[in-house]
């Protein structure tokens, strides 16, 4: 099955500066990646996807970088803010049975 | 429109018991999945429901299982509980058009259970 392993696990970084978290998956069947933010005790919520026809798709601050052939992907966030401090997943998912696979979290502080 | 709603919030089980989390699926949504999120840990697949049927199942053995109702709300159950199935149950609808469909997840808020 897939596994997707995210990195790193925690990342601190001063307001202002650009925060880069970075995914890789196993499954070349994989052709859906969204990104989640979790803050504490809330739901996790979409901030950005990506499909496996696209290279990179960007919304405001944030973007997604998808490299097929190396089967990586990457959520780089710019201008952080302290309202950006959460935790961060990524998950990708193949055409069959719907099933998302998500990576172990990165827990992002967004210091003043 | 109304989106995912979990119910309980929190629960307190002992080991052996049976538990039944239930879930609302947003409006207009046709399948809904459930995850196993333990503590610092990314959301697990257990299964999903389209339209009834189970559509797929993630590493989780028997003792969990699942309804979906008419309504496209649905049911987890968890037989005979275990220490380790302590953790956030978080219940996502989509849209699908197709039981093959990748459609974009809308979380609940979760249920989380301890299991003492």
């Known amino acids: 099955g897939e596994n997707v392993e995210q990195h790193p696990s925690t990342l601190s970084v001063q307001e202002g500066d650009s925060a880069v978290i970075k995914c890789t998956y196993s499954d070349s069947a994989s052709n859906y990646f969204p990104w989640y933010k979790q803050e504490l005790g809330k739901r996790p919520q979409l901030i950005i996807d990506?499909?496996?026809?696209?290279g990179e798709k960007k919304d405001q601050r944030i973007a997604v970088t998808l490299n097929k052939t190396a089967k990586h992907f990457s959520l780089h966030i710019t201008e952080t803010q302290p309202e950006d401090s959460a935790v961060y997943f990524c998950?990708?998912?193949?055409?069959?049975?719907?099933?998302?696979?998500f990576g172990t979290g990165t827990s992002l502080t967004v210091i003043p | 429109e109304t989106g995912v709603t979990q119910s309980p919030t929190h629960l307190i089980k002992t080991r052996g018991q049976q538990v039944t989390l239930r879930c609302s699926s947003q409006s207009g949504h046709n399948t809904v999945s459930w995850y196993q999120q333990a503590l610092g840990q990314g959301p697990q697949f257990i299964f999903q429901y389209y339209r009834e049927e189970e559509n797929g199942r993630g590493n989780f053995p028997p003792r969990f299982s699942g309804l979906q109702f008419p309504n496209y709300s649905s049911e987890l159950n968890v037989n005979a509980l275990e220490l380790d199935d302590s953790a956030l149950y978080l219940c996502?609808?989509?849209?699908?058009?197709?039981?093959?469909?990748?459609?974009?997840?809308?979380f609940g808020e979760g249920s989380r259970l301890t299991v003492l």
């Open positions: 998950a990708a998912s193949t055409r069959t049975g719907n099933q998302f696979y």
């Open positions: 996502a609808s989509s849209r699908a058009a197709g039981p093959l469909d990748t459609g974009e997840l809308f």
């Open positions: 990506i499909r496996s026809n696209v």
